[in-house]
């Protein structure tokens, strides 16, 4: 038996003591906190409570409490852990754990430090679907996720206090996105980093001074993209859905809007139908059971069975931390309009990933591309030859180093336009120039772009004699950009050797002119 104090008597709070002790159940709240009185007194009625009160830290402080679950304002998170830690008791929180990733930090770490059981109540990773949708790709039937994206939309809050930026540091992004990044990190891998978001919000509906609506892509270090959707102007109800893509399928899960149970009332006697439902009249899609659908039965379930193990449950406090800096560099981005990256003081997971290489091998000379099913009953393969790439990958390019490349095709063949971008990207990290076209054309490009650095004024009234051979052949362009750079400046230019000079140029006397 897990006997608890629970901190907030709003809908969250209900929501929860339904999951824990509103059906059979050996789980009891023994304490209430709540910051009105008359509903701290209501809510124990309602629930059996031994105490009910006002005071934060009597309700944790009471001896009888083995576990504290917070379902408070965002701003009070970070008081009541701190109690916790105090007092020495488990604690559970709402989600997001913090305004920012500075909060949640500061939380993580007071928590290890007093050694104390803590859990970060994300209910969505708890659902029968994504259970069942997350089992799927830790098996491998999707392959390697490349692609996971996560949409909860609705028609705002229950309570005043999440459209207060003191009291809920954010608007839709915070309250909505922490499920979806907690779902899109789930399926690509929680060990995965993410490493930078790219983010477009906006106020459309709400006169607030948080945004209301919102779309981000998080980028991974493995090269995996999570999606989020999510908005507080939605009409229709609580849509929640997942999508999750790998290299040998895909998983779709909707979650609440279509429940597969349709009614039909004119809302005579009609009561709560679901949450967010906008009316209780009409065509209404109620849910069988609302707190098993939304994860919060396997989540508690989850949480008192490895606080009674001594184990860790699937969602701590870390895994908030993570969830409030992605969101973090959200809030920036869309902001800067530019990809932000996730900054992770604390990181725990796999480090150094690359993208793997997308290379099937098909044969000796081929790569795979695709493989499909034509209208007609025959099999169609499309390959890609090996030689070019595996050339490019056998190549030394440090040869290269500081040196001006010039890149052209000297046989007679049709060379596709990748090709030669890719050669530019390999040298790129070491080449000074990367240049298309002949060594010809490299040199005269070089030469035009030194004698266009010369300081002609340097020669201001002096003779100047270009030389006219060498061992080295100079393109006709040259002398003609030296000459045109020179003549303004120059008393006189001649070509060829000091004994042998033809005059080209030489600048008019005034005086005997007059």
């Known amino acids: 038996m897990v006997r608890l104090a629970m ?11 339904d999951s824990i002790q509103g059906l059979r159940s050996k789980d009891k709240i023994v304490s209430i906190y709540s910051r009105r009185e008359s509903q ?32 408070l304002p965002n701003n009070l998170h970070e008081e009541a852990v701190m109690l916790c830690c105090k007092h ?31 859990g970060y109540l994300e209910d969505l990773v708890y659902t029968p679907k994504f259970i069942k949708a997350h089992a799927s790709v830790q098996s491998g039937a999707l392959g390697r996720i490349l692609w996971a994206k996560s949409r909860e939309t609705h028609p705002g809050p229950h309570s005043e206090w999440f459209w207060d930026m003191e009291q809920a540091g954010g608007g839709c992004i915070l309250d909505l996105g ?17 490493v930078e978001v790219m983010c477009w919000s906006d106020t459309q509906v709400k006169p607030i001074e948080a945004e209301d609506h919102a779309i981000g892509l998080v980028k991974y270090e493995n090269g995996a993209i999570g999606q989020f959707e999510v908005s507080w102007t939605f009409r229709g109800g609580l849509d929640l859905r997942d999508e999750v893509m790998g290299t040998e399928g895909t998983i779709w899960v909707n979650s609440f809007l279509r429940t597969g149970f349709e009614m039909f009332t004119t809302g005579k006697g009609a009561d709560y139908v679901a949450e967010k439902a906008e009316s209780n009249s009409g065509w209404l899609f109620p ?58 003081e604390d990181w725990r997971g796999q480090v150094g990933l690359t993208k793997p290489s997308t290379l099937i091998e098909y044969d000796a000379d081929h790569y795979l591309i695709k493989e499909e099913m034509t209208h007609y009953g025959e099999k169609k393969l499309i390959l890609k030859e090996k030689d070019f790439r595996a050339a490019l990958t056998a190549t030394d390019w440090t040869q290269y180093q ?47 772009q030194n004698i266009e ?62």
């Open 7 to 17: 901190l907030g008597s709003g809908f969250i709070g209900r929501f929860y003591a």
């Open 88 to 118: 020495k008791k488990a604690v559970i929180t709402t989600k997001p754990l913090g305004r920012n990733a500075i909060e949640a930090k500061r939380m993580l770490e007071v928590v290890e430090k007093a050694g104390i059981f803590n």
């Open 287 to 344: 849910v069988g059971d609302e707190l098993n659908e939304l994860g919060y039965n396997h989540m508690f379930f989850d949480m008192f069975d490895a606080f009674e193990k001594g184990t860790k449950p699937r969602e701590i406090f870390y895994d908030g931390y993570v969830v409030n800096s992605v969101l973090d560099a959200a809030y920036r981005s869309s902001k800067s309009k530019m990809w932000e990256p996730v900054q992770l």
């Open 402 to 448: 500081n040196a001006a490349v010039a890149i052209t095709c000297s046989a007679d063949a049709i060379v596709p336009m990748w090709a030669y971008m890719l050669i530019a990207s390999a040298l790129e990290p070491f080449a000074s120039t990367v240049f298309f076209g002949t060594e010809e054309q490299l040199k005269e490009k070089l030469l035009l």
């Open 453 to 514: 650095a010369i300081s002609a004024e340097d020669y201001t009234d002096k003779r100047v004699v270009v030389k006219g051979c060498g061992d080295i052949q100079i393109p006709a362009a040259a002398y003609v950009s030296i000459t045109n750079k020179l003549r303004p400046f120059v008393k006189s230019i001649m070509y060829g050797e000091p004994c042998s000079t033809v005059p080209i140029f030489k600048k008019p006397n005034p005086a005997k002119a007059e």
């Open 40 to 71: 701290a007194k209501k809510f124990a009625e309602d629930y059996g409570c031994d105490q009910y009160t006002t005071d934060m830290e009597a309700a944790i402080a009471n001896p009888n409490v083995d576990m504290v679950c917070i379902s």
């Open 178 to 194: 922490c499920h979806c990044v907690e779902i899109t990190r789930s399926y690509i891998g929680k060990d995965i980093k993410p």
